[in-house]
């Protein structure tokens, strides 16, 4: 699905993506896709479906999006909390759950969310890659929602 806002993310730059074991094929799939529509994928992990700890997979996507190596992360495991629990310690970092178009899109436009956290056991493919494409192709839009949005970081 289109939108008509100006994209607010740096497309130039590649995209962060990490997951745990539960999420693992939902991100070789959405590597595959990314890669497919010629985007530059760093992949921090899991490469298997071997049992791991999810945050050693989102901290790094976090530091690397909050450091702005990265236009923006996707996180993916089994129900997405864990991952975006985690990611969302960082300052920086507005990790949404999503489990559909209409979140990806609000997590975007009025939340300003970088990491779209998907839940691997509560999706299918198709809609994982619609989601992607839903929230790399989102702006924030600013307005009524700036001033929430600066209100979440803790100084």
């Given at each position: 699905?289109?939108?008509n806002?100006?994209?607010s993310f740096?497309?130039?730059l590649p995209v962060a993506i990490?997951?745990?074991?539960?999420?693992?094929?939902?991100?070789?799939?959405v590597i595959s896709y990314l890669e497919g529509k010629g985007m530059q994928v760093k992949d921090f992990g899991t490469y298997s479906?071997?049992?791991?700890?999810?945050?050693?997979?989102?901290?790094?996507?976090?530091?690397?999006v909050e450091a702005g190596q990265y236009a923006f992360g996707i996180l993916i495991c089994g129900s997405a909390n864990g991952v975006a629990i985690t990611a969302n310690k960082h300052q920086g970092i507005r990790a949404a759950i999503c489990w559909g178009d209409e979140l990806a899109r609000l997590?975007?436009?009025?939340?300003?969310?970088?990491?779209?956290?998907?839940?691997?056991r509560f999706v299918d493919t198709a809609t994982a890659r619609e989601m992607t494409?839903?929230?790399?192709?989102t702006s924030f839009e600013g307005g009524r929602h700036e001033n929430r949005v600066r209100k979440i970081a803790c100084m």
């Open positions: 699905m289109e939108t806002l100006e994209v740096n497309l130039a990490g997951a745990d074991h539960a999420g693992f094929a939902y991100k070789e799939e479906s071997d049992s791991v700890d999810y945050p050693d997979f989102a901290h790094p996507v976090a530091s690397a997590a975007r436009s009025h939340n300003d969310a970088n990491i779209l956290c998907i839940p691997a494409d839903i929230f790399m192709n």
